[in-house]
């Protein structure tokens, strides 16, 4: 079994469309990321969570919101779709500790179309 | 301002030679460099990490170096595989070490 689930893993809506991308993890690690990436581009940070009551914004999270349910669930919502939100979204863990505590653990990804 | 980058954005390599693939840096903070590798319809899997205690670190195939007074990381893989076909993104921790900071990448292609 993966130890980063992401669901759906492929989405089309329609603008101003709400639409909620999920994430759960099986690693027990409390360290949780959404990043998203545009082709011919590396990954952008979106939101970051380091525990259930920590919620912090990445570089590009103007339209975006996330919601921290458990330890292992980290959801990310669009409340009103744009088309230049199409993209590859990317959930990420890891666990903050010791000499491998950055190294980040990847879900498959999902495509999202926004026509 | 991109503080990791990766300018190369492909690199074709025959089976059995070596694929060196590169990565600047401008945040001389950054102390832990990482390389992701990537397939299409897949998340991005760890690779290699080297720390900036360390000029090199290897791994089978894999040999990362780490140049810390020109800013440069190499990733090198020998022999190149077929199956190493990939994109390849290199990455740092932000200076709050609250998340990575990827390169573009560079899309690694090998012929048989």
């Known amino acids: 079994d993966a130890d980063v689930t992401q669901t759906p893993r492929n989405r089309i809506t329609k603008t101003g469309k709400r639409i909620m991308l999920e994430c759960s993890q099986t690693k027990g690690h409390d360290r949780m990321y959404w990043y998203r990436q545009d082709p011919g581009l590396g990954l952008q940070l979106i939101y970051y969570?380091?525990?259930?009551?920590?919620?912090n914004k990445g570089e590009i999270s103007d339209g975006y919101s996330v919601s921290r349910q458990a330890q292992a669930k980290f959801s990310l919502s669009l409340e009103s779709a744009i088309p230049n939100q199409t993209a590859l979204y990317f959930c990420a863990t890891s666990d903050g500790q010791g000499a491998l505590g950055d190294t980040q653990y990847f879900g498959p990804g999902t495509r999202l179309t926004v026509l | 301002d991109q503080q990791v980058k990766q300018n190369s954005p492909s690199l074709s390599v025959q089976e059995g030679r070596i694929s060196i693939l590169n990565c600047d840096y401008t945040n001389s903070m950054f102390d832990y460099f990482l390389w992701y590798k990537k397939y299409p319809a897949e998340g991005p899997t760890f690779l290699i990490s080297i720390s900036s205690i360390k000029d090199k670190n290897e791994d089978g195939r894999f040999t990362v170096f780490l140049n810390k007074s020109a800013k440069h990381l190499s990733l090198h893989i020998v022999p190149s595989q077929p199956g190493d076909s990939a994109v390849y993104f290199c990455?740092?921790?932000?200076?709050?070490?609250?998340?990575?900071?990827f390169g573009s990448g560079t899309r690694l292609q090998v012929q048989p």
């Open positions: 990455a740092a921790p932000d200076t709050g070490r609250r998340a990575l900071t």
């Open positions: 969570s380091f525990d259930v009551k920590d919620i």
